[in-house]
Nanobody
């Protein structure tokens, strides 16, 4: 049974940093795409960052240069390092895993990810 468990979300001040973790279990994820998405109140879920496990990284324009996604094979964990946080980054952040058929068309599409964590709240105040 696949499990993705996020942690690390909390309330912070604008301009500070935060690291989210996603502990993955239940199978070998080396063939999977790992993604981070977020959903703010009243808005649709949106893509934040993604990478093939241990591969190249891809980011939404809104977070490029501030956020960094990475994987740790030994811990089977995906991280999202968030720097220079802004109030507009406030959202519930979700970790996702999926087997993508067409990476470049699929990595930003939440519907292509089969497995999801429960989400972790990040609140950034000005």
């Amino acid at each position: 049974q696949v499990q993705l468990v996020e942690s690390g979300g909390r309330s912070v001040q604008a301009g500070t940093s935060l690291r989210l973790s996603c502990a993955a279990s239940g199978r070998t994820f080396s063939s999977y795409a790992m993604g981070w998405f977020r959903q703010a109140p009243g808005k649709e879920r949106e893509f934040v960052a993604a990478m093939p496990w241990g591969g190249n990284t891809y980011y939404a324009d809104a977070v490029k240069g501030r956020f960094s996604i990475s994987t740790d094979n030994a811990k089977n964990t995906v991280y999202l390092q968030m720097n220079s946080l802004k109030p507009e980054d406030t959202a519930v952040y979700y970790c996702a895993a999926g087997l993508l058929r067409n990476w470049y068309s699929d990595y930003g599409d939440s519907a292509k990810y089969a497995y999801w964590g429960q989400g972790t709240q990040v609140t950034v105040s000005s």
